[in-house]
Every structure is written in structure tokens, then in C-alpha cells.
């Protein structure tokens, strides 16, 4: 987590100054923006760590912007700071997986949990859509042929004999060996249960199986 930073979204500047002053002091690393719009011109996905968010900001409200985070997969952990929520924003942060919503004036060790915990969520969040899309790019390796053999081996974990394979899909059993090794190969496993535990990662079905 070296590299995750507090980005501080809030519009007024003594609390700017105040939360940053105090989280440095913590250890964190924290860059502030004055609104909404300035701090997506200046975040790149890529950007580790999480977003303490004020509710009340001038023409994108915190509520707003978090749901354009979602809608563009900016999957930045939010934690919300207010003094002018009520209930019905806390349930609408929360419901859009907020981290917390804490109301000014809070306690400086409940921002800095909160934090930590943002920070794990988000360094979990990115090995997921790492091996995600590690997982991804290896079955993108096989052929038309061999995504086949890949599905009917998924779907029938219990039932993958070169006979059987070859009866479904009406190919030569030597021919399902040839497709096996190098499925097996491409996607650098050594067993069905590795295949059915790496397309568990991307969930393909037969409809969706990468292409």
C-alpha cells in the first residue's frame, strides 16, 4: 500500500488544509482538489488508494460523483465526510458502496479506519480484476476448436474422456487429446480442476466464453 494516496475531494479550504495537515502527519499521502470536476481531470485509473469525499460540493455534489465513478468503472474506494447528509444520502452512499459516511465534525481515528479499510478494499479489488483479466487473456490464447473441448471439460468436470468429448462435439478422440494438451498448455494449467477454477474468474459460458 505504499503507493495508495488519500485524494480529498472538498470545496472548502480550511478543511482542505486541516484534513491534509492530519493525515500527512499520519503517514498518508494526500492530494486535495477543491471540486468534483477537478479531481476527474486530474485522477487516472491506475491511482491507488481511495477518495474521502465531501457531500456538499458545488455543481457535482459527492453523490454524483460517486455515481459517475460507477458508471466508468472507477472503482476508487469513496468515503464520504458531511455535515449535511441525512438518511436517505447515507443509504444512497452506502447502497452505491461507499465506504463509510461520517458526519462533521468526526473523529480523526474514524477517518483514518476508514481509510485503511478503503485501502485494503481497493488493493483486493485490483488483484481481482487483475487476475481477472489474466485469466481472461490466457483462454483469449485457444481456438474456436479448443474453446470448445475448454467449455464441454467445464461443463462436464466428471466426464471429461476422450471418447465422450469426441462422441459430443463429433471429433476423434486422438484429435480431443491434440485439443486437451494444448489447452492445457495455453492456459498453463495441469488439470481440469485448474481449468474450472481459472473460468471461475471470468465466468464464461458457452454464449460468452472469450473471443
Avoid: W
Wanted: charged share 30%; with cysteine; proline share 4%.
Amino acid at each position: 500500500m505504499d503507493q495508495s494516496v488519500v485524494f480529498l475531494v472538498d470545496d472548502e479550504e480550511d478543511v482542505r488544509t486541516t484534513l491534509s495537515r492530519a493525515l500527512t502527519k499520519r503517514g498518508f499521502k494526500v492530494v486535495a482538489f477543491e471540486s468534483a470536476r477537478h479531481f476527474l481531470d486530474q485522477y487516472h485509473k491506475e491511482q491507488q488508494g481511495c477518495l474521502v469525499l465531501d457531500y456538499g460540493l458545488p455543481e457535482i455534489n459527492g453523490l454524483e460523483l460517486q455515481s459517475y465513478m460507477n458508471e466508468t468503472e472507477i472503482t476508487l474506494p469513496v468515503i464520504f465526510i458531511s455535515g449535511h447528509g441525512g438518511i436517505p444520502e447515507t443509504v444512497q452512499a452506502m447502497k452505491a458502496g461507499a465506504i463509510d459516511f461520517l458526519e462533521k465534525p468526526f473523529r480523526q481515528n474514524d477517518l483514518v479506519a476508514c481509510i485503511q479499510a478503503a485501502f485494503e478494499r481497493d488493493q483486493q479489488m485490483r488483484q481481482q480484476a487483475s487476475e481477472q483479466n489474466d485469466a481472461k487473456e490466457r483462454f483469449e490464447r485457444l481456438t474456436s476448436r479448443e474453446k470448445e473441448v475448454a467449455v464441454f471439460m467445464m461443463e462436464h468436470p466428471s466426464n471429461t474422456a476422450s471418447k465422450e468429448i469426441g462422441r459430443a462435439l463429433d471429433i476423434s478422440p486422438r484429435t480431443v487429446d491434440h485439443h486437451r494438451a494444448r489447452i492445457l498448455e495455453k492456459l498453463e494449467i495441469g488439470s481440469v480442476i485448474e481449468l474450472v477454477e481459472l473460468s471461475q474468474k471470468v465466468m464464461p459460458t458457452k454464449s460468452e466464453f472469450p473471443s
